[in-house]
């Protein structure tokens, strides 16, 4: 199994593989730290609210990264290859503030929103060279690779995160996360040796009659609704699961511990089930890691009985989550092509489409927590948050079931993507 995945990874084209590899170096950042960021702010704030609205600036920044920055980059024709560039640089300039300035609620929405436009220029980025670069054969091959890789780094990442909270705390007496919010943009110079073999990409001017579309063609309802419900899934998870979190682990180094070790159970299956997806199973696939995902989420509605509810949480979570993903990735993908299709456009007006309805429904998502926070008490929040999760899963997979069984779909890749 692993010989014929090195094989395969050995045989990609340089490009594919470049973008693998620039995909590695932001994960490894994004577990050092993303896993920790929610939890932190919490720390610091003891608040909901706080943590919410900690989100909404970290969710508006992906907006303005990804579809504000991209509708820009469309109109000057600027350089794809070069966004990687200034995508880092936004990243390391948000952990800057962390590392110099007082840890304010003001400071730490400032980080939130500037954090958020560098995630959101990079992931632009990432989906151009995914649909330039791959097609309806190869990308559940290269899909479970990515997220082989974010998993294999989520045994790594979470274990040296833990270990520089150690030291910061036992050996440099500094606050915890110091050291760790230190490292991040060195790990971020990492990606330089790879940006450059990336070709390079200048998307077209996006004409209005194609927003026009977008926005009121009734045969892409199906591709609406699906997108709706996995930005409204993540807008509940971000703020809530960290509190239960660090609530049932008491310390962050006992989260981040549990985290290292965890991961290993998950790789091996995305690597088990690299070779065995297809097109013709991944809606199978998807079912069943949802449904998993969905009983393991009611069962945290009873964290507070025991902290072993969540590590018995978290351990099924972190096996399922990854094999939903992999075929969400490639369903994403496609979803695009749909879009491209039906609206007779570049796959990259579609692509913007798209993020500005994640963005502003996990806005909606969170702005309801903030709500229900206000007026009811934290324990129901958080079990209300955990139940409408597992609804929302199910959700997510009826809305690609019906995207991809209710419209009839071209592979519409390029001709020449190459086959891996």
């Known amino acids: 199994m692993f010989s014929l995945t090195l094989k395969r990874f050995r045989d990609l084209p340089k490009e594919t593989k470049a973008m693998v590899w620039l995909y590695l170096v932001y994960n490894f950042a994004e577990v050092l730290v993303g896993v920790f960021l929610n939890i932190f702010v919490f720390l610091q704030t003891d608040s909901i609210l706080k943590l919410g609205i900690f989100n909404l600036c970290g969710f508006g920044g992906i907006?303005?990264?990804?579809?504000?920055?991209?509708?820009?980059?469309?109109?000057?024709r600027l350089s794809m290859r070069l966004n990687y560039l200034k995508s880092f640089a936004v990243c390391i300039t948000s952990f800057l503030i962390l590392i110099f300035l007082p840890h304010t609620e003001f400071y730490l929405y400032l980080f939130g929103l500037i954090n958020g436009m560098g995630l959101g220029i990079f992931w632009i980025g990432v989906h151009s060279y995914e649909m330039l670069f791959t097609n309806e054969k190869n990308r559940d091959f290269y899909s479970s690779m990515v997220t082989a890789i974010s998993q294999a780094l989520r045994i790594i990442g979470p274990a040296i995160a833990t270990l520089t909270f150690i030291i910061s705390e036992?050996?440099?007496?500094?606050?915890?996360?110091?050291?760790?919010?230190?490292?991040?943009?060195?790990?971020?110079?990492?990606?330089l040796p790879f940006i450059f073999a990336l070709p390079d990409y200048f998307p077209e001017k996006i004409q209005l009659k194609e927003w026009k579309r977008l926005i009121f063609d009734k045969k892409i309802r199906h591709a609406r609704r699906y997108y709706m419900t996995q930005g409204f899934g993540w807008g509940l998870y971000a703020p809530t699961l960290a509190i239960i979190a660090i609530y049932s682990m008491k310390t962050i180094i006992n989260f981040g511990i549990l985290q290292t070790v965890i991961g290993i159970i998950s790789v091996l299956m995305i690597i088990f089930l690299s070779h065995k997806r297809h097109e013709n199973n991944r809606l199978n696939i998807m079912f069943w890691a949802l449904l998993i995902e969905s009983i393991a989420y009611a069962g945290l509605v009873f964290w507070q009985v025991s902290p072993y509810i969540y590590i018995i949480h978290i351990l099924i979570v972190t096996l399922a989550y990854p094999t939903f993903r992999v075929s969400e990735h490639v369903i994403d993908l496609k979803s695009i092509e749909l879009i491209k299709e039906k609206e007779h456009s570049s796959f990259y007006s579609g692509m913007l489409y798209r993020d500005f309805i994640l963005g502003f429904s996990r806005i909606g998502a969170v702005v309801f927590i903030i709500i229900l926070s206000l007026i009811s008490s934290e324990n129901f929040t958080l079990g209300t948050a955990v139940i409408l999760i597992a609804i929302n899963n199910m959700c997510i997979w009826w809305a690609a079931k019906c995207l991809l069984n209710k419209t009839s779909v071209k592979n519409n890749s390029p001709k020449d993507a190459p086959v891996l």
């Open 63 to 76: 907006i303005l990264g990804f579809s504000v920055w991209g509708i820009l980059i469309s109109h000057f």
């Open 170 to 191: 036992r050996l440099l007496h500094v606050e915890t996360f110091k050291l760790l919010f230190i490292i991040i943009p060195f790990v971020y110079l990492l990606s």
